[in-house]
């Protein structure tokens, strides 16, 4: 069984670097045109010279970011409190007034 899954894993390497290296190499679209369709508009990504180049690649170097999306929760959980009793607070508002301290004049410093 190791050997076949050693083989496999190197055919699978083999296959998907030389993927990377195309995506990695392909020049990327130049513009876009809108189409107006009956079933809507169509979006056809175009190079410089306005011909379609197809569906656009996935950056090999941030793909495993897209992992990250999955593993966020779609929504959090709610919590519900299970007492029915409200607790009132009073608050008595104190107001302090403090006098300020009356000026005092200083020398300058000495020098020395």
Known sequence: ???YLGFA???MLAITSHSAAVA???PGPAG???LCTGTGPVTVLVDAQGQPTGAVH???DYALALFAALDSPAALPL???NSTLLHTIEIKPEIEIFERPAFQARAPPLAS
Do not use: E
């Open 24 to 26: 990695r190499g392909a």
């Open 1 to 3: 069984m190791r050997p």
């Open 9 to 11: 894993l190197c055919l």
């Open 58 to 60: 996935i950056c090999p």
């Open 79 to 81: 919590y519900f409190a």
């Open 32 to 34: 876009q045109m809108v």
